[in-house]
């Protein structure tokens, strides 16, 4: 005989999640409208899962609709968890402002944040090259008790090196030391990246002063030591620094006239 499963929202869910997992995004949104017609109401875990999906694949649009579509359906409350994916789907869609905009909303409805969502919140800021309000969303989290884990301190990281702000960026890394947390490639790269921008920023700075016989020239001595160093002390900690990492050291020995470290 032909297996029958029954069609209750708790079939239904683990169907969409499957297909969320998967990157299934049309899929997961054709089984959450099925469901509706086959007059089984989806609930949070149906919605969360759909949007988690549209996070995974950047689908910011999909994800501010399904949110909406939230609101209108009966006995759906939008919970953190929900409100975190949507925010995922507007940092990876690169809508910093939509992503500022559900901070607020979810301040305004007075939902208990957590690390995820803040650390949502700043990866949409780090892409968007806003360090300034990375940085203050990472003070904001603390002074809230919320501790940051190592992926929110590797995006705020990243927000700095995108910003060229490589002091703020390597104070970062020492402090994830002072916690004893574990520093992936991606923290080294980004922290390296802010090194390198900096050092090619103040070339162009030097170059330009003394093309118009300015004396504000600065020096640019100071970057590619820091970037070897932070070489050495991810081969210290048993890491292999990749492509990345080297590229960005070299880029800072070359633009401080280091040639000879640069071919090391």
């Not at 904001?140 to 008790?145: A, L, P, R």
């Not at 004893?180 to 991606?186: A, D, E, F, R, T």
């Not at 900096?198 to 003394?210: D, E, I, K, V």
Request: net charge positive.
């Amino acid at each position: 005989d032909t297996l029958k499963i029954p069609k209750t929202v708790v079939t239904y869910n683990t169907v969409i999640s499957a297909c969320a997992r998967a990157r299934e995004v049309g899929m997961a949104k054709s089984l959450l409208h099925q469901m509706q017609r086959a007059g089984i109401r989806p609930n949070e875990v149906s919605f969360n899962s759909v949007i988690g999906a549209c996070a995974s694949t950047a689908r910011w649009k999909d994800a501010l609709a399904l949110l909406d579509q939230c609101y209108r359906e009966p006995g759906v409350t939008p919970n953190i968890y929900i409100y975190t994916n949507a925010v995922r789907a507007c940092a990876k869609g690169g809508n910093t402002k939509r992503a500022l905009n559900l901070l607020q909303v979810v301040k305004d409805k007075k939902l208990p944040l957590d690390t995820y969502f803040y650390t949502a919140v700043i990866d949409a800021c780090s892409k968007a090259k806003m360090w300034k309000k990375a940085l203050s969303l990472l003070d904001e989290m603390q002074q809230q008790g919320i501790e940051p884990s190592e992926v929110t301190y590797s995006v705020t990281i990243s927000a700095c090196g995108n910003g060229g702000q490589w002091q703020k960026a390597l104070d970062l890394l020492q402090e994830m030391k002072s916690k004893k947390m574990s520093i992936n490639l991606i923290t080294y790269n980004a922290a390296l990246t802010a090194l390198s921008k900096a050092s090619r920023q103040r070339t162009r700075q030097n170059n330009y002063h003394q093309h118009h016989g300015s004396d504000e020239a600065c020096s640019n001595k100071e970057m590619s030591p820091k970037a070897l160093a932070l070489l050495e002390e991810m081969k210290a900690d048993g890491m292999e620094p990749d492509g990345f990492c080297y590229s960005s050291a070299i880029s800072c020995c070359g633009s401080e006239g280091r040639w000879q470290e640069a071919l090391e």
